[in-house]
């Protein structure tokens, strides 16, 4: 058995949630924080036998996709802020961070 933790944006996890119902999986989803944006999370727990790991990861990669954003950047706390520039960068968000654990036992009352 296995546990796939998956973190994803925010905008990404009803879709996530409803594809993962329609295809039998359970999950539960955690709220999280994301560190490099300070954006909201979902972090998905789904516990799963061997052969299912490789349809849940290709269920996560069909709904998480990555996609560019403008973000204002956060002005500087210390040091010389003559450099700032205060306009918005486009970044990269979305996507998942999957993490697959092996786990002895699984069980749901």
């Not at 546990?3 to 989803?29: E, G, W």
């Not at 709904?63 to 450099?83: E, T």
């Not at 700032?84 to 996507?95: A, D, I, K, R, S």
């Amino acid at each position: 058995m296995k546990l796939v933790v998956a973190v994803v944006q925010d905008k990404d996890s009803n879709r996530l949630s409803d594809a993962l119902v329609k295809s039998n999986f359970r999950a539960t989803k955690l709220a999280s924080t994301g560190g490099f944006l300070r954006s909201g999370n979902t972090t998905f727990m789904v516990g799963v036998e061997d052969q299912h790991v490789s349809r849940v990861l290709d269920i996560i990669k069909e709904n998480c996709q990555s996609r560019d954003q403008l973000v204002a950047p956060v002005s500087p706390m210390g040091g010389n802020a003559d450099s700032y520039v205060p306009y918005p960068v486009e970044v990269e968000v979305g996507g998942a961070t999957v993490f697959v654990l092996p786990i002895e036992q699984f069980m749901q009352y």
